[in-house]
């Protein structure tokens, strides 16, 4: 306990890492419980959020106590296969999700834009 320890004071981690971890390429059919199975095994989990929606499905959000923990959970489950998938384990980074959510948002707006307008973008 005490390498652990000497080990968390002395690493100065990456400005990406955080408690947040965003899992793609899961099965669809994975149950939560499999998932603190699987992710549990390196730390205290706050939070699992598995997406349920066409969009999200095969996604997932894990929230870890600790963010040692959540590097940990990283290093060994990236590319880790799960019913023969392999996992895509990532740090949650705010600001790219939201870009993501903005272009859906604006392309949305241009459609009702062009529809309001009359405007076609196909080549006639």
């Known amino acids: 306990m005490t390498t652990i320890t000497l080990r968390k ?25 499999e998932m603190y199975d699987i992710f549990g095994k390196y730390g205290a989990i706050r939070q699992i959020r598995i997406g349920c929606n066409k969009d999200t499905k095969g996604t ?5 106590e600790d963010i040692y923990d959540a590097k940990n959970a990283v290093d060994h489950l990236s590319g880790f296969n799960v019913a023969n998938r392999y996992l895509i384990v990532l ?6 999700m939201s870009k993501k959510f ?7 707006d241009i459609v009702k834009l062009q529809e309001k307008y009359g405007v076609s973008t196909k080549d006639k």
């Open 102 to 108: 903005d272009q859906k948002k604006n392309e949305e």
């Open 91 to 96: 740090y949650y980074q705010h600001a790219k």
């Open 9 to 33: 004071g002395n690493t100065r981690l990456p400005p990406e890492v955080n408690r947040v971890l965003y899992v793609r390429n899961l099965p669809f059919n994975i149950t939560s419980e």
């Open 60 to 64: 997932a959000f894990v929230v870890y």
